[in-house]
């Protein structure tokens, strides 16, 4: 009798080895799936009135009624951004690439434009500035009256690229971010125009946005090009 059962059960004993090799089972606990959704940087444009002004450094606020869409933007942003870089870089060859070829830029230290004051410099004369040592004036001073007395290059660093605007926490597409005691007439000196502006709203917040810092660039459009003509540097004024 014992006999009889010792046969079955080392059948059933081959074929679960069997079954076993041939059907392997993974006893190990099942993994977690995880999302890296990895690091995100945004770029805001923000909506803004050309134009107002206030006591106090302040940012404008309210929505457009006809803002362009973000694939409309797109070119002009684009072309700002490498200007900017460039700039940054004090790489002016490549600056100058982007001037237009009749009206030059002009620069204005201090938001409000007046080409009566304000300088025009060709694109040649820029990509050589660092070797012009002429001492030009550029306007005056804010709060002091006295004339800005400058190289190029010296300008270039006070009232350009003052700040690293690659850095700009906030950027609008022909709209002002920030404006103080100067007028901003932009937009009604630039007629037919667009401007990029680079804004970094404060440096440090215990100055409670009485360091605030712009730079605006103003392109017009030569047949699908978007070519510098203005470079429009803001900053808090008495």
Known sequence: MKRSLLFPCILCLLIGLLIGVLVPIDWTPAKTTTADVGTMTFT??????????????SSASGASTSTPSASDNFPLLNTACIVNQALRQKDYATVAKYIHPTRGVTFTPYST??????????????????????????????????????????????????????QASMIGVDQIITAGNALENLTEEYP????????LPSADPHNDGLDWSSLKLVFTLEDTNWLLVGIVHGEWTI
């Open 44 to 57: 805001t444009l923000e909506p803004s009135s050309s134009g107002s002004s206030s006591g106090s450094a």
């Open 113 to 166: 434009v007046n080409f009566d004051s304000d300088l025009t410099f060709t694109s040649t004369q820029v990509q050589d500035l660092a070797k012009d040592k002429n001492i030009y004036t550029w306007g005056f001073e804010d709060g002091r009256g006295n004339p800005i007395k400058m190289t190029m290059e010296q300008y270039f660093a006070r009232y350009v690229y003052n700040i690293d605007y690659t």
């Open 192 to 199: 037919g125009c667009r401007f990029v502006d680079f804004c």
